[in-house]
């Protein structure tokens, strides 16, 4: 499993387990040996296909894709295996989907798993289910009557993939019973509003977070284990992209450029560390001694890493719960942000955090210097972990899909 969605659905599924759910997770690629987590198949040959499907859909998207940027940002669901009569599928109460893109699952397979005749639980990680392809839509409110003319697309017109796609979805959807669950209060009012998911069941659960492991550790002593220097003010910037557009590389860039600008004594005071996958040339523009510390799939290095930092930066323009965020908070680190999505839910302005205008990179580096260097640092720390343990815990979260899951089967 890898992504944001698939972290998400595994730290559910061992939060269900751990609150005596016979919760089994059946994913398209199964990395590690964790318990609860199956893969949906097995061998070389199987792996192979896994691929080819993968690699067949990023291929008939190509000549429709507007550019390269947009090359992960719109998943036709034009190729996929079926899974509708695999045994955990068979045995299952309840059907619970997170994610069924790049090649794991296809429109049409996807209506066969809607069609088992078991109730049917949508975790929505992102726009994709109610859009004609895209996983956050922008500016565009296409979705709210009907897709057509993509911004994504090369040659959009009233009759492209995502009014294609779009068709699809709708007749899979029709007379359905779904139960929609949007992490974000944020999501959950957009989906209300489109055309595919109107009228449907919905509510708001987040995902949860291991509170007893993402917790607050010593700055110093996770400092020393990566190599980070004591003494300085350090920013944190990651993501699995840091070069999407989406996660808002080019603002965190300019912010930082006017902060030196304004105090050229900070030069000498913050460092900035960067995780994740990033242009190697990137990190010359920047104005602050930079850390690249590349993309980091240990939890525990994670975990050190928040804690080293006294701030996290999130410089997207569309997200919905992210990780990161919540990751930061449960290890007592505030997080300055765009009030975008689902973060304004996440973070309280000025008590564990910043939440600056989006796209404003004045506005982003007003919040970096008010947090790292005037708020009461341990005021927001303790704020930040108390807001996780409050709303985030694997307790909380998994007895409210547990309600659920009984309001269902009867």
């Known amino acids: ?9 595994g730290r559910l599924n061992r939060a269900l387990r751990q609150a005596g759910v016979e919760s089994k997770l059946l994913v398209q690629d199964r990395k590690g040996q964790e318990s609860g987590v199956y893969a949906a198949g097995g061998g070389v040959f199987y792996a192979y ?9 990023r291929l008939m998207f ?5 550019d390269a940027s947009v090359r992960f940002a719109f998943s036709p669901a034009n190729t996929g295996m079926d899974i509708s009569r695999h045994p955990l599928v068979q045995e299952a109460d309840v059907i619970h989907i997170h994610w069924i893109n790049q090649g794991f699952l296809s429109l049409n397979s996807l209506n066969k798993l809607l069609n088992c005749g078991k109730p049917v639980v949508w975790t929505q990680h992102d726009m994709w289910t109610f859009t004609g392809g895209c996983h956050y839509a922008g500016e565009c409110t296409a979705y709210k009557t009907g897709c057509a003319f993509c911004p994504f697309l090369k040659r959009p017109g009233k009759h492209d993939l995502s009014s294609r796609v779009f068709a ?11 139960s929609v669950v949007a992490c974000s209060a944020w999501l959950r009012d957009l989906a209300k509003k489109s055309a595919l998911l109107h009228g449907k069941d919905y509510c708001n659960i987040p995902n949860p977070i291991d509170t007893e492991f993402y917790m607050p550790r010593n700055a110093n002593e996770a400092r020393d284990r990566l190599s980070l220097p004591r003494g300085k003010r350090l920013l944190l910037f990651g993501a699995a992209n840091v070069n999407d557009p989406r996660k808002g ?9 006017l902060l030196a600008r304004q105090y050229p004594n900070l030069k000498e005071e913050v460092e900035l560390v960067v995780f994740g996958k990033m242009q190697e040339d990137t990190s010359r523009l920047l104005p602050f001694k930079t850390h690249m510390l590349n993309f980091i799939s240990n939890p525990e290095t994670l975990v050190d890493l928040y804690s080293a930092a006294d701030v996290y930066v999130l410089p997207s323009l569309q ?16 997080v300055v942000a765009f009030g975008i999505g689902g973060v304004p839910e996440m973070v309280k302005h000025k008590e564990m955090g910043y939440l600056a205008d989006k796209g404003d990179a ?3 580096a007003a919040g970096i210097y008010d947090t790292l260097l005037q708020a009461d640092r341990l005021s927001y720390r303790a704020r930040a972990r108390q807001k996780v343990l409050d709303k985030y815990a694997e307790a909380h ?14």
């Open 62 to 66: 190509l000549p429709h894709e507007r």
């Open 49 to 57: 296909k896994a691929f080819a499907r993968f690699a067949w859909e």
């Open 1 to 9: 499993m890898g992504g944001g969605a698939a972290v998400a659905a």
């Open 362 to 364: 004045n506005s982003l």
């Open 319 to 334: 997200d919905n719960l992210p990780n990161t965020v919540m990751e930061a908070l449960a290890c007592g680190t505030p």
């Open 397 to 410: 979260v998994a007895q409210q899909y547990i309600d659920l899951y009984k309001t269902l089967l009867r």
């Open 249 to 257: 590389m080019r603002y965190l860039m300019e912010a930082l450029d």
């Open 168 to 178: 699809g979805k709708q007749k899979i959807y029709s007379e359905k019973r779904l």
